[in-house]
Nanobody
Framework: QVQLVESGGGLVQAGGSLRLSCVVS????????MGWFRQAPGKEREVVATIDWSGNYRYYTNSVKGRFTISRDNAENTVFLQMMSLKPEDTAVYYC???????????????????WGQGTQVTVSS
């Protein structure tokens, strides 16, 4: 059984930083595309960043480009999201996700991801 557990969320002032971690158990992630998504109250879940299985291709939604960095440590079976210069509009529950098929491409579509974590709350105060 594949499980994803996020951590690192919290309350931070605007301009601050947080680093989210997603530890995966039950399967190696070394051949899986991974992604971070977020959902704010009353809004649909949206992609934040994705990373392919090799780590060579990364995608960022426009609103976080230059501020967020997605990375992976396959030896630790962990994916990270470094968030800097946080804004109040970044406030949301952040979810880690993985696709099931090895060496498949990354995608911004949440429906294409098969495994999800429980989410971690990020709150940015103004």
């Amino acid at each position: 059984q594949v499980q994803l557990v996020e951590s690192g969320g919290g309350l931070v002032q605007a301009g601050g930083s947080l680093r989210l971690s997603c530890v995966v158990s039950g399967r190696t992630i070394s051949d899986l595309p991974m992604g971070w998504f977020r959902q704010a109250p009353g809004k649909e879940r949206e992609v934040v960043a994705t990373i392919d299985w090799s780590g060579n291709y990364r995608y960022y939604t426009n609103s976080v480009k230059g501020r967020f960095t997605i990375s992976r440590d396959n030896a630790e079976n962990t994916v990270f999201l470094q968030m800097m210069s946080l804004k109040p509009e970044d406030t949301a529950v952040y979810y880690c996700a993985a696709r099931r098929t090895a060496y498949s491409s990354t995608t911004a579509a949440a429906g294409s991801y098969d495994y999800w974590g429980q989410g971690t709350q990020v709150t940015v105060s103004s």
